[in-house]
């Protein structure tokens, strides 16, 4: 390994994602005193298309659909350019959701193929994921979740509903059962997220352990 892994948290709202984030930025603090970046799935550093950004997610129509891919290929490629090129020498970088999400996402709230928003994003993101690791339960599970979480935006009347979550987990299911169509997703590992915490955590970082993807044990890279 010649730098730092560049790894994806993929799942619906309250699978686990957080959790897992946090529990792998422990283990690589504590075993080798380096802390990951996170980046999120929209990072706003292209600003001259913040307002597409917005308006796509959070009030898709047809209109607007082909305004929000271009947004996104700008704020994919400068969150690629300007955060994670540049991290992956110095530390790990762990995305919350990357490019899964983005293509369930217009599949469910755009009607948009895919393969289609594939070919609209892929070129602009040059750096693949070295593992990406999807938290799989069943969506009541996963809205029950959610609901519990804090106030706030957490939980959307227009997206956290099951006919909703159950489309995008079924999205999520047909893309990675067809990979070679979407090689800039990189590997995948699907992981039960009804396991207890700690097990879904060890899971993911025997997955990190068994493909290289950490330092050795003195804190450098191999």
Known sequence: ????????????????????????????????????????????????????????????????????????????????????????????????RWLLSELAFFQVKHAQDPLDTYGGLADAIDLVPDLTLILDAPTGTTMQRAASRSAGDSVRDDWDVDHVQTSVRATYQAITAGPAAFPKIGPTMTIDANQPRAAVLANAWTALLERGLTPDLEGSLR
């Open 1 to 96: 390994m010649d730098q730092y892994p560049f790894v994806v948290i993929e799942g619906l709202d309250g699978s686990g994602k957080t959790t897992l984030r946090k529990g792998l930025f422990r283990l690589f603090e504590n075993l080798y005193g380096v802390t990951p970046l996170s980046v999120l799935t929209m990072n706003f550093l292209a600003p001259e298309v913040a307002a597409d950004l917005v308006d796509g997610k959070y009030a898709p129509t047809e209109a607007n659909r082909e305004r929000y891919l271009q947004a996104l290929r700008a704020d994919k490629r400068a969150t690629t350019e300007r955060l994670i090129a540049p991290a992956l020498s110095q530390r790990p970088v762990v995305a919350d």
